[in-house]
């Protein structure tokens, strides 16, 4: 069946520092990656969508790479700020309008 | 900028009874979604609605739930007879072809 695994252990960091969080997948092909975020209470917020044939996306500071041989997708944020500190969901997407979600990793950002 | 707006933001009711919740998603969106999430756990999907029907659905959305676009405007999921394992956040999204979704605020579901 298909899996989305997302590191359910919270990821605790500096300010400033870059946090990098991981999104793997199997029983998938998907045509696109999305990046979510979530706060508490709050709805998904999109950030960021690659495509299969891109290797590597950014906006501002966030980059996100998309590896299908390894079927795996990393999200970074660099200099990141305690305003970054929310749970983020990445979601494969393709064959169909299913768009479901991993169990997303929580991001804490410490001054 | 257009929104995805969910009603009512929190909705309190007795176990057994009937709940409509109610989303107007971005007016030119074709994918239609309605996702749960039980507090401190992941966002599951639900359903998704394509073309006036039911395009995808989870084993969570059994017969005791169920969605309409009535009026080309409004998305309702309805529970038929809650349960008190119902009680979560229901949100609603909405895409067009190919690209992000735009979810709502939500509506917290509190079955007592």
């Known amino acids: 069946s298909q899996k989305i695994e997302q590191n359910s252990e919270a990821l605790n960091i500096q300010e400033g520092k870059t946090a990098t969080l991981t999104c793997n997948y199997t029983n998938y092909s998907p045509a696109y990656l999305q990046w979510y975020r979530q706060d508490p209470g709050r709805g998904p917020v999109f950030l960021l969508l690659?495509?299969?044939?891109?290797k590597e996306k950014r906006k501002e500071r966030l980059k996100v790479t998309f590896d299908t041989t390894l079927k795996q997708s990393l999200f970074h944020i660099t200099a990141s700020q305690p305003a970054d500190s929310a749970t983020y969901l990445c979601a494969p997407t393709g064959g169909g309008n299913k768009l479901t979600f991993g169990t997303g990793t929580q991001l804490k950002v410490e001054l | 900028e257009p929104e995805v707006t969910q009603t009512p933001s929190h909705q309190v009711t007795q176990m057994g009874q009937e709940v409509i919740l109610r989303c107007v998603p971005i007016?030119?969106?074709?994918?239609f979604y309605w996702y749960r999430q039980i507090l401190g756990q992941k966002v599951e999907f639900l359903v998704s609605?394509?073309?006036?029907?039911?395009?995808?659905k989870s084993e969570i959305f059994d017969d005791q739930f169920s969605v309409e676009r009535p009026d080309g405007s409004n998305f309702t999921l309805k529970i038929r007879s809650t349960k008190l394992e119902d009680s979560a956040m229901y949100f609603c999204?909405?895409?067009?072809?190919?690209?992000?979704?735009?979810f709502g605020q939500g509506t917290r579901l509190t079955v007592v």
């Open positions: 007016s030119n969106h074709l994918y």
């Open positions: 609605f394509y073309n006036n029907e039911i395009s995808e």
């Open positions: 690659i495509r299969e044939n891109e």
């Open positions: 999204a909405s895409r067009w072809e190919n690209t992000e979704a735009f």
